[in-house]
């Protein structure tokens, strides 16, 4: 008796591991087989010529008990598409008798490359992948919205050069304009730098924006999440023999330094005029300057590690500016909007300059928290030292030190628009409603448009870069 159960327990599992293994080995058929996509479509942001984009991707799952087999996964458009397939670590514009293993899954890799024969104008760029099995046609709809651009690798730039708007410029490696050279940059043009370029000037940069026709440097990443990242690219830096710069209606944003100058000027002109200019969420800083010279008239720094740094001295007249911070989720507001001295440390020592900086009508402002004191003026040495603000409003716990003050509004709400860091909008302009402490509190100066290009010749000129209307 003992030895029939044995022999039936053997039967038993043999049938139990011949079913089971039968089991694993047949592919369902019927149509009706449960095949899972986790995307019906890749949409890809602008895309510049020859550059590509990110490689997006999309699961194709088997949520059946057995093997699937797929018949196909294709590229539609084949070899002359401006898309790239990798199917499970494989490239190749068709795969075939692809086996799923029950409830297992593949990954589908898709890039983009934008013909460089394209016209001047955004376009789209369509295509699908054919995913079929057991006689089931599904589709990945696969769009790009990209352009044809200018791309400039390592460049240097001699002579007069002048760029105009009828292809944004992509910068890789670096771009350089050579001593005793100019560029000239004419309206509405976009200047897009990769990671690793930065934007050196050591001749003359113009830039000829327009209150209707920005100019804007940025980074080369326009895919969410990156096209709104600080640091993306390094900056625009005014060297040592750079001369006559001058940037208007320009637009600098997403930089690690957006603005850096060095030395003295060469001649009696700053080194740099910025006219109603906007530089935005640099990771660093937004303008630094080392014993140097600018003027800046109705212009917004906003939302930078440092908004102002001015160190080892310089000259400098700062009017009708808007300098705000606020922390994002980019960037922590930690340090003070506007910090001025006359030193540096160079190998170890301490070094001096003199300082000659006038700030005139100007918003000095940031969020409550880490920061007291918006504004610091800091001075060490004998060397000649004249930091004056007049009619300015600022928020700080203490007036800035080793500074003229005149007139200035100390710990007044400015009233902007709208700031709401949470959807990351930040409207610098006046609230229209009476009694923003700024309103007609300025004096007047030679800067009759605001930021807008707005008229200030309605009542007292208005502090800040906006005029209220």
């Given at each position: 008796?003992?030895?029939?159960?044995?022999?039936?327990?053997?039967?038993?599992?043999?049938?139990?591991?011949?079913?089971?293994?039968?089991?694993?080995?047949?592919?369902?058929?019927?149509?009706?087989?449960?095949?899972?996509?986790s995307a019906d479509s890749l949409k890809y942001d602008t895309v510049f010529t020859t550059i590509g984009s990110i490689t997006k991707s999309f699961k194709?799952?088997?949520?059946?008990?057995?093997?699937?087999?797929?018949?196909?996964?294709?590229?539609?458009?084949?070899?002359?598409?401006?898309?790239?397939?990798?199917?499970?670590?494989?490239?190749?514009?068709e795969a075939s008798n692809i086996v799923l293993e029950a409830y297992d899954s593949i990954y589908v890799f898709v890039s983009v490359t934008i013909n460089p024969n394209a016209g001047n104008l955004p376009f789209i760029v369509s295509d699908s992948i054919l995913v079929n099995y057991n006689g089931n046609d599904r589709y990945v709809q696969l769009q790009a919205f990209g352009q044809n651009a200018n791309f400039?690798?390592?460049?240097?730039?001699t002579g007069n050069i002048t760029w105009t708007n009828n292809l944004p410029y992509v910068i890789l490696g670096s771009i350089r304009v050579d001593t005793n050279a100019s560029l000239t940059i004419q309206p509405g043009c976009r200047i897009y730098s990769h990671a690793d370029a930065p934007f050196i000037v050591d001749g003359?940069?113009?830039?000829?924006?327009?209150?209707?026709?920005?100019?804007?440097?940025?980074?080369?990443r326009l895919d969410d999440p990156y096209k709104d990242l600080p640091a993306s690219w390094p900056g625009i830096y005014f060297r040592g023999n750079s001369v006559n710069n001058r940037l208007s209606f320009a637009t600098v944003k997403n930089a690690y330094q957006a603005i850096v100058t060095e030395k003295p000027s060469l001649n009696a002109n700053p080194k740099l005029i910025l006219q109603q200019c906007i530089i935005d969420n640099a990771y660093d800083a937004g303008i630094v300057s080392v014993n140097s010279s600018i003027q800046a008239d109705n212009s917004l720094?906003?939302?930078?590690?440092?908004?102002?740094?001015?160190?080892?001295?310089?000259?400098?007249?700062?009017?009708?500016?808007?300098?705000?911070?606020?922390?994002?989720?980019?960037?922590?507001?930690?340090?003070?909007?506007?910090?001025?001295?006359?030193?540096?440390?160079?190998?170890?020592?301490?070094?001096?300059?003199?300082?000659?900086?006038?700030?005139?009508?100007?918003?000095?402002?940031?969020?409550?928290?880490?920061?007291?004191?918006?504004?610091?003026?800091?001075?060490?040495?004998?060397?000649?030292?004249?930091?004056?603000f007049e009619k300015n409003l600022y928020r700080v716990l203490d007036d800035p030190a080793n500074s003229t003050l005149t007139s200035n509004i100390k710990n007044q709400n400015p009233s902007f628009d709208s700031v709401d860091v949470a959807k990351r909008i930040f409207d610098f302009r006046i609230t229209k409603n009476s009694g923003a402490p700024g309103?007609?509190?300025?004096v007047v100066t030679g800067f009759p448009k605001d930021l807008d290009d707005k008229n200030r010749n309605v009542g007292g000129p208005d502090l800040g870069c906006y005029e209220k209307q």
């Open positions: 008796m003992k030895h029939w159960k044995f022999l039936f327990a053997l039967l038993l599992a043999g049938y139990c591991v011949f079913t089971v293994s039968c089991k694993k080995e047949t592919f369902i058929s019927s149509r009706d087989a449960l095949l899972r996509l194709i799952i088997n949520e059946n008990n057995q093997k699937l087999r797929l018949d196909k996964v294709k590229l539609m458009g084949g070899a002359a598409s401006a898309y790239k397939m990798n199917v499970d670590g494989i490239a190749t514009y400039l690798r390592n460049r240097v730039i003359t940069l113009l830039v000829n924006g327009t209150v209707t026709n920005n100019v804007v440097f940025t980074g080369d720094v906003s939302n930078c590690g440092n908004n102002i740094v001015l160190s080892y001295g310089g000259v400098y007249n700062f009017t009708h500016c808007t300098v705000a911070a606020f922390s994002t989720n980019y960037i922590l507001h930690k340090n003070p909007v506007l910090n001025v001295s006359n030193f540096a440390f160079q190998n170890g020592s301490l070094v001096s300059s003199s300082l000659n900086a006038v700030f005139r009508n100007n918003i000095f402002w940031g969020d409550q928290g880490l920061v007291g004191n918006e504004v610091i003026v800091n001075k060490q040495g004998a060397n000649p030292f004249s930091v004056v309103i007609n509190a300025g």
